[in-house]
């Protein structure tokens, strides 16, 4: 784990996060990798962004396989922080029609994608926590949090047995390849 501070902000960066990033880069072809980067980073930056607008303190800033982890000095009330989560969705979804006038479908596709997958209701992503907001408000913390795992634990075996449907009417294994190495990203990153 790469760590630095800037303007009083701590960042820290995962070697996995690197690797990554680094291998996609390398492998890029059509500068799709680019274009995850560059999409990534503004649905990143759409969560800053609100933050930011409702005066949250930004301590630290963790670099990670699945994002960005932002941590904040500040509780927010629930409508708040449940702009601040849907905010980046929002931006992959104004990219979709942006592009979508430009015809650029690359970046249409990829922001779908994100987009997609950042509503799964799992725990790392801004559907798991959004998921997690609402049940917090109904069921309390322990509850929504053993609710949220069971989902994000059913949710990634249904994506297990997708991907594996795909592979086999394909005969393309390395989109196994990738899902497990992403999957065990999720088990062992800190």
């Given at each position: ?164 449907f795909v592979v086999f009417y394909t005969n393309d294994i390395k989109l196994l390849f990738i899902f497990l190495i ?9």
């Amino acid at each position: 784990m790469i760590k630095f501070r800037i303007f009083g902000v701590s960042f820290s960066i995962s070697f996995l996060f690197l690797c990554l990033v680094s291998w996609f880069l390398v492998f890029d072809i059509n500068n799709i990798a680019l274009i995850c980067l560059l999409s990534s980073l503004v649905h990143e930056l759409s969560h800053v962004l609100f933050l930011t607008l409702f005066s949250a303190k930004i301590n630290g800033i963790s670099f990670k396989v699945f994002g960005l982890s932002i941590k904040k000095n500040k509780q927010l009330t629930f409508l708040k922080e449940f702009l601040v989560l849907i905010s980046g969705c929002f931006s992959n979804l104004i990219l979709v029609l942006v592009f979508l006038k430009l015809n650029n479908m690359y970046v249409v596709l990829v922001n779908l994608i994100i987009l997609t997958f950042n509503l799964m209701p799992i725990s790392v992503f801004d559907g798991g926590q959004i998921l997690k907001l609402f049940l917090e408000r109904f069921v309390g913390y322990e509850k929504s949090f053993k609710i949220c795992l069971n989902i994000s634990i059913a949710f990634c075996c249904f994506l297990l047995v997708f991907v594996l449907f795909v592979v086999f009417y394909t005969n393309d294994i390395k989109l196994l390849f990738i899902f497990l190495i992403y999957l065990l990203a999720f088990i062992f990153e800190d």
